[in-house]
């Protein structure tokens, strides 16, 4: 079914879009030139490089600047966030180079602030949120969407973007909450993360969720080089298997390919207003 519709179906003018790979990690010998192509090969043809912290903006902006189908964000991850004065100096960078006169003005491939967010596996939930809270301030001054992370945290970042009125959107990658928490993320303007998770018949909560919320409120994303698929465990993922994401969504939704395929690309317009204004 799937190759005809590639062979037949499939419309070049809506490609397919991995919204959530860290390149940046994918770029072992120097291989991100053939992972680029073999993913476009796929008709993976763009895709969005989150930031994690101060230590790989540069290398971010670098790729981009290689790569003009390279979108990107900036943004400090909870995970790394090793202490106040570290994490507090990182957004002072991060605010000052933001709100720099020319630089989101020069930098037409930076599309949000991200990844932000709560990872309940460290224990500093208190400045996890504190610094959350403060990128969801900036991105809402500068008209923003966000890109956010979540581990056991999805209502506890609902309370928090709640607090701080932030009205831009973004994406929860890489969604594994319940149908509930994921009516309330679309409530608050969020389109849903939709990964590898879904190609495990194990993760039968997540497959219900995806397979009963509204198509307009999801992205399909790999988080490479993590989160590998069913059938691919123990190997780097790539970009390119975005295109076996978006087969496993088509087999738990009942729309057509070809509608999935056009409503993930004007998804991702809608979630990033400021994608594809480079080109």
Known sequence: MFQ???EKKF???Y???DSHCHLDLCNKSNQLNNIIKKSESKHVKFFV???INSDNWIEILNIAAHYPNVFFALGIHPYFIQCEVDAQNQFNQLQNMLEATDFIASQQQFIAIGEIGIDSSRSD???????FKQQLLLAQKLALP???HHRNSIDLICQLVRQTNFSHGGVVHAFSGSQQQADNLIALGFKLGVGGVITYPRASKTRRVIQSVSLASLLIETDSPD???AGYQGQDNHPSQAVLVFKALCEL???PPEVIQQALWHNVKACFPRFLVSL
């Open 4 to 6: 005809a519709f590639f």
């Open 15 to 17: 490609p397919l879009v």
């Open 146 to 148: 966000v890109i956010i």
């Open 227 to 229: 989160m590998p698929l």
């Open 125 to 131: 939930i208190k400045l996890q949120s504190l610094i």
């Open 49 to 51: 490089l989150p930031g």
């Open 253 to 255: 939704r009942q729309e």
């Open 11 to 13: 419309k070049n003018n």
